[in-house]
């Protein structure tokens, strides 16, 4: 079965730096793209970025354009987040999730992230 499982949450202070993981098990992880998502508290989820299966694109939402950058390393089947200059609209859960025609078919239990002084 497909599991995604997120870590590397946690508290930082604002302009900190924090690098996610997502390790992937259950399927042929090399052939999909994947995201990022996070869903900040009161809110619905916000996509932040996604790569494509061969690791050679990527994309960003604007909130975190030149912040943010998204890797995956296929020989580990890990997704990477990381995450510089943080920000306390930053604060969110983040959640990893596998593409199934241009959305999501499963994501993992998520990971916090709080942007604090």
């Known amino acids: 079965q497909v599991q995604l499982v997120e870590s590397g949450g946690g508290l930082v202070q604002p302009g900190g730096s924090l690098r996610l993981s997502c390790a992937a098990s259950?399927?042929?992880?090399?052939?999909?793209?994947m995201y990022w998502v996070r869903q900040a508290p009161g809110k619905g989820l916000e996509w932040v970025s996604v790569?494509?299966?061969?690791?050679?694109?990527?994309y960003y939402a604007d909130s975190v354009k030149g912040r943010f950058t998204i890797s995956r390393d296929n020989a580990k089947n890990t997704l990477y987040l990381q995450m510089n200059s943080l920000k306390s609209e930053d604060t969110a859960v983040y959640y990893c999730?596998?593409?199934?025609?241009?959305?999501?078919?499963?994501w993992g239990q998520g990971t916090q992230v709080t942007v604090s002084s």
């Open positions: 790569i494509n299966s061969g690791g050679g694109s990527t």
């Open positions: 999730a596998k593409d199934y025609e241009s959305g999501y078919d499963y």
């Open positions: 259950g399927f042929t992880f090399s052939s999909y793209w």
